[in-house]
């Protein structure tokens, strides 16, 4: 103990004194200085690394203390872990001036820095009174114990000089001591004696020379020791092992002796304390054996202190001290990391390791015969404990909301200090971390007995990585280097936070749709958010197509259901499933702070059957789909392309007779149909294998017996048809039969069914009833004879096709052109032809069968001269039906059927 103490002392070599250093400002340093009781400390820091020497002033000289001469002389230093030395000075050193109001110490303090700097040079003195004098003072200080006993009057205890030895026995307790010594008594010291317990005499010279401090004023002998001399022993007191100095003095006069006795003991460290990992206790005997003499023992004061300071009640309950007196010892507690203590940080296998030291005090006062005798006895008693676990904690209290990761690192020594940390992608020292916004701070807990560093990194930083595309999870790795100072010993600590970033208040949505659009509505309390619409920002340009509007805690768009960025889930029938995705998102943070989608069903003619023939058909690109180009969508003519396409449909505008639309008959209906798909070169060049090919039918149904046409639509997955429209009203066509070529007097409904001689002549006519124009023409583009109602029914003679008289048959049809007159306004609404029933009923099994003659019918707009069945060419002009219009093109308006009543085989 009294090495370690020690260590502090430097030789002074006065070459080194340099004259300059003594005008270095006071101010540097902080110096302080008390009295306590019988010892004085002065506080010295923070040293900040620098060496300090303290010499004494006596007679305006300078000595030097080595720790020789400290623990002869009544000096002791320790230095703690924030830099601070702390002296300790026995009242009675050997330096001390008794001035009128009490001891005065002088210490000159020199603090050494490196080669570059001066010398620091700093005196202070103090003054100590101490009127409270036990007649035996024992201080058991770091490196020395002291002794001060109070002398005794010669005139009572002293014997002749000659023979001593048997007297001496005899003295008696030389601390009966009256106050009168008479100061100019003549005895002087000359002898001691120890007991170890055999007896050991030596000078008194050999005892200075031996390292003992000796000294007697008028009333006092003060003797100090070593802690450890060949002089003492140790013995047990109460399970404590205690070193003991057992002494006795002689003091000497021409012809008189007269002896002192002294006794001091002090407890050692091991078999005085117990160590839990967070508690000291620590037991010294109250009775100490070697030191008290009489039975008649009474413990009059127990007090505790710390650093040499006696503290009260509150104090000890302040800092979490607490003091026990029980049958046999003093039992002090600390716990480890109290006020008054300090942490010393190691580093082993990079395990970070502390020790903790703090020097208790205890001062009993006892009273022996009846109170004439009293003893102090003060022991500081420096402890440090093994070496404890402390593994550094990384304390999250990252608030997610808050966007920076902030965490709190320790606890540790005071003695640590952070470098530098290092994250994956770099190492960035504290300075640069300060420089970035890191905010590195040190904290010293309220108890001054460890520290923390607090850390703050923004999400934002480019060392925290986003651990998810949504931008809301954050992730921080980082390494801290760590040194301990002033050893210099690197160590680190690593940590791994993770934080996620949830909106405590999002914003609520509620959404509708119409047949047209979706409807959104968004209740917010962030500001400045901005809104992602499918993958488009909704940009200005955008916010104003969609009626966006924004009252400050709400807002609210309508996106029609094509709209781009408008995803469409599935075509079922009559109905096409939209799903419109929106984000909400913070654009400083790049937080998605809602994803909501609104899905509808939409009812929607994607194609639309026009009666003039005109198709128009909104190819939809599926979400099943996503790689198609819709601009490379044709028709089953791959000339015939989209007319219009985005990333979302192509449209696509064609006549019923182009783009290799085909035709068919079913029932009651004519079907058009061509389909919507890649061209097969595109195909292999550009779709993804594992992509569905795309294709898409589609037809239109003219229904026959009715004015209305009916268009269909196929899905591209689904083969039902799902839409149709109506082709709004028009004139309807009648089929009838004339009695003859005049063509002035029809069969009426109430004839039929007619009768009919072979080769007789029928004449029918065909009219588009109720029409007002003369540019819309009636064509005949097929007739049939059936022996059925059913115009599809089977057998069946085909007498005109695609507009021209059947050539394969022989049935002799003659068209019969026709002039206006006052039942017919426009000619070109009627058509005339004429065939022989004879031709009919060669046909021996169907002689006395009825026959149905029916007819498709093309209305067609010679204002829109578009071609194909309202200006077919039949191949030679006996059989062309529409003569004088060959040059002309006409749309087709509308599909018609025709039929007429049955006709019988007259055989009479
Ligand atoms: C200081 O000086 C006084 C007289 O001047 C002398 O008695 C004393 O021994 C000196 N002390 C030391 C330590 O030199
Ligand atoms: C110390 O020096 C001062 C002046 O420098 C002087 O007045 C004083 O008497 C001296 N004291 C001793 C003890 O020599
Ligand atoms: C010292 O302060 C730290 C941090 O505030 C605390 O954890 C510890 O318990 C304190 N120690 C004592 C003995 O009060
Ligand atoms: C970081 O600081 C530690 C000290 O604890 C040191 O050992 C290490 O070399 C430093 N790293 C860098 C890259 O400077
Ligand atoms: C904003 O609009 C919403 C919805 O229309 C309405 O409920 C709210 O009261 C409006 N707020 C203000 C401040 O006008
Ligand atoms: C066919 O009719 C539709 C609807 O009335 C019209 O938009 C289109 O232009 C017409 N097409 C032709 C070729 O007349
Ligand atoms: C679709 O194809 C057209 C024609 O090849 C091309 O110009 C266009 O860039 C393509 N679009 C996409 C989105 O690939
Ligand atoms: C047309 O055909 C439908 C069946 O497809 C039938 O229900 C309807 O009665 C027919 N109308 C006429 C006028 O013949």
Redesign the pocket.
């Known amino acids: 103990m009294c090495g370690s103490a020690g260590l502090g002392w430097l030789v002074l070599l006065l070459s080194l004194v340099n004259v300059e250093a003594q005008k270095q400002p006071y101010s540097a340093l902080d110096i302080s200085s008390k009295c306590l009781g019988s010892i004085m400390r002065v506080d010295v820091g923070p040293l900040q690394g620098k060496l300090l020497e303290v010499a004494v002033i006596i007679n305006n000289s300078s000595i030097l203390l080595t720790p020789r001469l400290a623990s002869q002389c009544g000096f002791s230093m320790t230095t703690d872990q924030l830099g601070g030395a702390k002296i300790y000075a026995s009242l009675q050193n050997c330096f001390a001036q008794n001035v009128d109001t009490g001891f005065m110490t002088t210490l000159n303090l020199r603090l050494h820095g490196n080669q570059m700097d001066e010398d620091e040079l700093y005196q202070v003195a103090e003054t100590c009174q101490y009127a409270t004098w036990a007649s035996r003072e024992i201080v058991c200080d770091h490196n020395y114990m002291e002794v001060s006993v109070q002398r005794a009057a010669p005139d009572d205890y002293v014997l002749p000089k000659y023979p001593i030895p048997r007297a001496i026995s005899r003295f008696g307790d030389p601390r009966h001591a009256p106050e009168k010594w008479p100061t100019e008594s003549g005895f002087r010291m000359t002898t001691i004696m120890f007991f170890t317990p055999e007896e050991r005499t030596m000078k008194l010279t050999e005892a200075l020379k031996s390292g003992y401090g000796m000294a007697s004023t008028p009333s006092r002998m003060i003797l100090r020791s070593l802690k450890t001399t060949p002089e003492t022993y140790v013995q047990n007191v109460a399970g404590v092992p205690m070193t003991v100095l057992k002494s006795s003095t002689i003091f000497e006069q021409k012809w008189l002796a007269t002896k002192i006795d002294a006794a001091a003991a002090c407890p050692i460290l091991e078999g005085s304390v117990s160590f839990t990992p967070d508690r000291i206790t620590w037991y010294l005997p109250w009775h100490i054996d070697p030191l008290v003499s009489s039975e008649k023992f009474k413990l009059l004061e127990v007090h505790m202190g710390v650093s040499g300071q006696r503290l009260d009640a509150a104090e000890m309950a302040a800092r979490q001290y607490s003091m026990s007196v029980n049958d046999l010892y003093v039992i002090s507690e600390i716990p480890v990391g109290a006020v008054g203590g300090y942490f010393k940080s190691h580093i082993q296998d990079n395990q970070y390791l502390v020790t903790y030291s703090i020097e208790p005090m205890v001062e009993l006062l006892w009273t022996e015969d009846d109170a004439l005798e009293d003893t102090r006895y003060k022991v500081l008693f420096p402890i440090t404990t093994p070496l404890l676990s402390h593994p550094p904690q990384v304390i999250d209290n990252t608030v997610p909301k808050e966007q920076t990761f902030k965490m709190l690192l320790g606890p540790f020594g005071t003695d640590v200090a952070l ?2 940390i ?1 994250f994956p992608s770099e ?1 960035l ?1 504290v300075a640069d971390c300060n420089v970035r916004g890191f905010n590195v701070l040190e904290h010293m807990s309220p108890n001054s007995s460890t520290k923390v560093f607090t850390i703050e990194v923004p999400f934002m930083d480019p060392v925290v990585q986003m651990t998810e595309e949504g931008f809301t999870a954050y992730s921080l790795h980082l390494t801290f ?3 301990v100072l002033p050893e210099l010993v ?3 600590h690593t940590a791994h936070l993770e934080a996620k970033l949830t909106e405590s208040d999002p914003p609520s949505v509620s959404s509708g749709c119409d047949g047209q659009n979706f409807y959104v509505l968004v209740k917010y309390r962030t500001q400045g958010l901005q809104l992602k619409v499918g993958k488009q920002t909704l940009t200005p340009e955008l916010a104003q197509h969609y009626g966006f509007s924004d009252n400050g805690t709400h807002f609210s768009l309508t996106v029609p259901f094509l709209a781009p960025g408008v995803v469409f889930e599935a075509l079922e029938k009559s109905t096409i499933r939209s799903r419109l995705d929106l984000v909400l998102w913070n654009p400083e943070t790049k937080i998605k702070i809602k994803h909501f989608s609104v899905a509808c069903n939409f009812r929607s003619t994607l194609t639309e059957c026009f009666p003039n023939g005109t198709m128009t058909v909104l190819a939809l690109k599926l979400e099943s789909v996503p790689g198609l180009n819709t601009s490379l969508l044709t028709l089953r003519d791959p000339t015939c392309g989209p007319s219009f396409s985005n990333d979302q449909f192509a449209y696509f505008v064609f006549t019923v007779n182009s783009c290799g639309t085909s035709r068919k008959f079913l029932s009651n209906r004519m079907v058009y149909e061509n389909e919507i798909s890649l061209p097969e070169e595109t195909e292999t060049e550009t779709s993804d294998e594992e992509e569905p090919l795309y294709e898409l039918r589609v037809s239109c149904h003219y229904a026959i017996n009715t004015t209305h046409a009916l268009a269909f639509h196929t899905s591209p997955q689904v083969n039902d048809p799902y839409t149709y429209a109506d082709a709004r009203g028009e004139p309807e066509a009648v089929m009838r039969l004339a009695l003859d070529d005049s063509y002035s007097v029809f069969y009426r409904a109430e004839d039929y069914p007619v009768a009919k001689y072979p080769k007789q002549p029928l004449y029918f006519e065909v009219e588009l009833m109720g029409s007002t124009s003369s540019v819309v023409s009636l064509e005949l583009e097929n007739c049939w004879v059936t022996l059925k109602n059913d115009r599809m029914s089977q057998p069946r003679w085909n007498l005109i096709t695609d507009g021209c008289a059947n050539p394969a048959g022989s049935y002799q049809v003659v068209f019969h052109p026709v002039q206006p007159n006052a039942r017919v306004k426009y000619p070109s609404n009627v058509k005339r032809f004429e065939l022989q029933m004879f031709a009919l009923a060669e046909n021996q099994h169907n002689v006395r069968h009825q026959l149905f003659v029916h007819c498709d019918v093309v209305i067609c707009d010679s204002r829109n001269p578009l071609g194909g069945i309202c200006t077919r060419r039949c191949p030679n002009k006996e059989t062309q039906i529409r003569g004088r219009r060959q040059a002309v093109s006409y749309a087709v308006l509308s599909f018609k059927h025709v039929s007429s009543g049955p006709i019988v085989t007259s055989l009479t």
């Open positions: 470098v530098n290092s190492v020292s280097g760590l040194l690197p160590f680190s």
